[in-house]
């Protein structure tokens, strides 16, 4: 019986999909070519669906106490302040 994979690689590994999910999703709204708005519509919904399910993964890691670091979670899931507040940081350094 194989257990499910936990610790903060995979949550990392998780975080860079739900980026890489993030970077589809615009991608298929602003270059993809499809035949009628209805057909973007349900392959934007398939992508969000996959995403929203590694989201839901990447909370239920942390709820759990697997540690991460905060530069590590994707641009969607980084809390509005945070985002203010990264340019300035780099500027000091």
């Known amino acids: 019986m194989a257990t499910a994979p936990t610790g903060k690689y995979y949550l990392r590994s998780i975080h860079e999909e739900i980026a890489l999910f993030d970077r589809k999703i ?4 602003k270059y993809e070519i499809f035949a009628s708005d209805e057909e973007r519509d349900v392959a934007a919904r398939k992508m ?3 995403r929203k399910a590694l989201v839901t993964v990447a909370q239920r890691l942390v709820a759990e106490g697997v540690e991460f670091d905060p530069s590590e979670l ?3 899931l ?3 302040d945070a985002e203010a507040a990264t340019p300035a940081a780099a500027h000091v350094q």
């Open 74 to 76: 994707p641009k969607s």
């Open 78 to 80: 980084r809390p509005a």
């Open 48 to 50: 969000a669906t996959k």
């Open 26 to 29: 615009a991608h298929l709204g």
